[in-house]
């Protein structure tokens, strides 16, 4: 079951990242960078920033089961789809976790 549930507040948001990221697969966050303007592929390399020049970053399955992205250029960027977002969109938490409540349904 992919849905999220109504998670109401309990001053940890730490859970509510947990939740989603352990739901999302590497399609979804390739999905929902490519969303957002990066052009994510799912398996490969792809540009991370808008001045990169060569594809150096990539989303890969950690060992919790969360996909997350990884820079392999020079900035050695890791994180989940949140992280990313915020990094380099400047999209914050809140904003993602209802982005990705509504992705997900």
């Known amino acids: 079951n ?6 109401k507040r309990s001053g940890v948001m730490n859970n509510i ?3 989603v990221n ?3 697969r590497k399609e979804d966050v390739a999905n929902v960078l490519n ?3 990066i052009e994510a592929k799912i398996n490969g390399n792809f540009r991370l920033r808008d001045d990169d020049t060569v594809p150096s ?5 950690h060992k919790s089961g969360i996909p997350m992205v990884k820079d392999f250029g020079g900035g050695g960027f890791v994180g989940d789809v949140f ?3 915020k990094e380099f969109r400047g999209i914050s938490y ?3 976790v ?7 349904g």
Do not use: C, P
């Open 57 to 61: 970053a990539g989303i890969f399955i």
């Open 17 to 19: 990242f947990q939740k």
């Open 35 to 37: 969303y957002f303007g």
């Open 98 to 104: 209802k982005f990705l409540k509504n992705y997900l």
């Open 2 to 7: 992919r849905h999220i549930k109504n998670v």
């Open 22 to 24: 352990e739901m999302l």
């Open 94 to 96: 809140k904003d993602s």
């Open 83 to 85: 992280k990313t977002l």
